[in-house]
């Protein structure tokens, strides 16, 4: 099965509430832009910042599990429409595995940290889709330090076992 490579950046970043998506194949040509423009007020949005916060605030003790599944689905209902838009919908049109990288200028570095892997598009998850989001500040080069092989390579391996069952 091939994999797609597809570019999505970050255009016109305003503020965390406003900015433009713009979704490119692997060869640069154009395929779907979206303008965001979130509202801070509606309560998906403070979410939308902080997801883990949010569902423990909204979900009753003796029914969390129920509240946390609606309260999930809600909110990548809301993603998927106001954060990503006609761009979700572009990319939900692949049937392949897809690799996003997503680019991203350092003053709206603070995008890099919102699920956008639970936004439901067509009523899919992105994380169901065969979606890996890659993220990547513009500009950054992320240092990597090469360490040679010395006389030994180690190597630390973990198995599982079923708990019936004795170890190796």
Do not use: C
Request: charged fraction near 25%.
């Amino acid at each position: 099965m091939a994999s797609e490579t597809l570019l999505l950046e970050v255009k016109d970043f305003k503020d965390p509430l406003h900015w433009r998506w713009v979704l490119n194949d692997s060869q640069g040509k154009f395929l779907q832009d979206f303008e965001v423009r979130l509202n801070s007020n509606d309560p998906n949005y403070a979410a939308f910042q902080e997801i883990y916060g949010f569902l423990e605030a909204n979900s009753a003790p003796d029914k969390w599990l129920d509240d946390q599944t609606r309260l999930i689905r809600q909110v990548g209902s809301w993603i998927g429409r106001e954060a990503l838009g006609r761009v979700g919908e572009r990319i939900a049109k692949f049937t392949t595995p897809i690799t996003i990288k997503v680019l991203v200028p350092p003053e709206a570095s603070g995008l890099l940290y919102r699920p956008w892997e639970m936004a439901l598009i067509g009523d899919k998850p992105l994380a169901m889709r065969n979606v890996s989001l890659v993220f990547e500040i513009s500009g950054e080069k992320p240092i990597i330090t090469a360490v040679p092989v010395q006389d030994r390579l180690r190597m630390l391996a973990v198995f599982s076992l079923p708990t019936d069952r004795p170890s190796l």
